[in-house]
């Protein structure tokens, strides 16, 4: 059942979802669902939408999807989830370990009536161990996960990755791809299974690169003195006359031999062996002088018909003029909000962003009707109180 007047897209497009709402990692993997085609039904808690009640359009996790607001307190709005999720194949939640459970859609109560069920859960210490019932914020699960600590400059304290790398990297996408990987599962067996998707698993998977490194002797432990965390001259950001920054990735020898001539430091003795780390830190002070003697603009252009990986820094507010993400549409205006668009990108049956619902609950009476239930029965609910 698509939404009225929506034409069906996208790889997943008759799946159906209840994403039980949440915050952060949760919204994110609905989005992503959502974006390919899945039919994604938000489940929202009453009252105002926190950060976004003035501004909903403004919320980009919460887009495509159709909203129902039910209270999972009262009787008769936990029998109405309950209800959706045996239309669905899928349903995910957000709440700490037990919480589902106490309010009587946990996975058994759940699977029991709908065997084929996938339920998603996202969390950030995982379902069980010590840490399970602890709070905690992306910053606390990469601290725990080992991912933060490699993160900054040599002698100084680690800097946060923004939220993206637990929230969303390790965190919602991690979801959503468990959930499909679950899907693909249950439509081959005819069973349903939980899915189990936790912010520290995903930010130790996404640290799988550097472990290796680690075990080799190709990473050290002491922050700041490793090829990708800002030791390495070759990659880096540097500052440039107008305030401005570049960014260096030249790490192979072509790029690195392409770079240094179009700085004028090709016969510098600094930059003669590019892996003699005992040269990094001179070759930085060198380059630190050299490239912000001139704009970032200026930088950009000696560079744009040169393959040596220096790249101008651009601001959200320059991002979405750039002419490559003209070319590829890498971003959309939807309801006057800018915003990525759908990714990846499918040749055949690809995906696209929707917009935000207005108000929380503004589908409910219509997702409802879709079950079967007539409006008479759904304006008493929604006199009870059902709904809020």
């Known amino acids: 059942m698509s939404p009225a007047g929506e034409q069906a897209f996208g790889p997943l497009q008759g799946l159906r979802v209840v994403e039980v709402a949440g915050i952060g990692p949760g919204p994110f993997a609905g989005m992503m669902l959502a974006d390919m085609g899945a039919e994604v039904i938000r489940v929202e808690r009453p009252g105002p939408r926190g950060a976004f009640a003035e501004m909903p359009e403004a919320d980009v996790l919460a887009r495509g999807r159709r909203s129902v607001v039910l209270d999972l307190k009262d009787a008769q709005g936990l029998a109405l989830l309950l209800e959706l999720i045996d239309s669905a194949e899928v349903v995910f939640e957000g709440f700490r370990p037990g919480v589902a459970e106490r309010l009587g859609f946990g996975p058994d109560e759940c699977l029991e009536r709908n065997p084929r069920l996938v339920y998603g859960r996202m969390t950030g210490y995982g379902q069980d161990g010590p840490l399970a019932q602890a709070a905690g914020h ?14 900054g400059r040599r002698g100084e304290r680690p800097v946060p990755p923004l939220n993206l790398v637990g929230d969303f990297g390790g965190g919602g996408m991690l979801l959503a ?13 005819g069973r349903g299974q939980v899915v189990d998707a936790a912010m520290i ?30 030791a390495a001259h070759f990659y880096d950001v540097y500052e440039t006359s107008d305030g401005g920054y570049v960014s260096v990735g030249a790490m192979e020898p072509q790029f690195y031999r392409r770079f240094l001539e179009h700085v004028g430091l090709a016969d510098h003795p600094d930059f003669a062996d590019q892996r003699n780390k005992d040269t990094w830190a001179r070759a930085t002070e060198v ?15 000696v560079f744009a ?16 003029d750039h002419p490559h993400h003209r ?19 499918l040749s055949r049956t690809p995906g696209r962003p929707g917009r935000v619902s207005r108000t929380a609950g503004e589908d409910t009476e219509a997702v409802l009707a879709g ?14 109180g059902v709904f809020g």
């Open 287 to 301: 380059l630190v002088e050299v490239i912000g003697a001139r704009t970032r603009d200026e930088w950009a252009k």
């Open 305 to 320: 018909e040169v393959d040596a990986c220096v790249t101008p820094v651009l601001s959200m507010a320059e991002v979405a």
């Open 138 to 151: 992306d910053i606390n699960y990469l601290s725990v996960a080992g991912a933060l600590y490699p993160m």
């Open 201 to 230: 698993d995903g930010a130790s998977a996404l640290m799988g690169m550097v472990w290796g490194a680690r075990a080799q002797g190709m990473w050290s432990d002491e922050r700041g003195t490793n090829v990708l965390d800002g």
């Open 327 to 345: 070319a590829r549409d890498t971003f959309v205006e939807i309801d006057g909000v800018l915003q990525g668009n759908a990714a990846p990108r």
């Open 371 to 384: 079950l079967g239930h007539p409006a008479e029965r759904i304006a008493e609910w929604r006199a009870c």
């Open 177 to 189: 791809y468990g959930i499909v990987c679950a899907v693909l599962e249950a439509r081959r067996s």
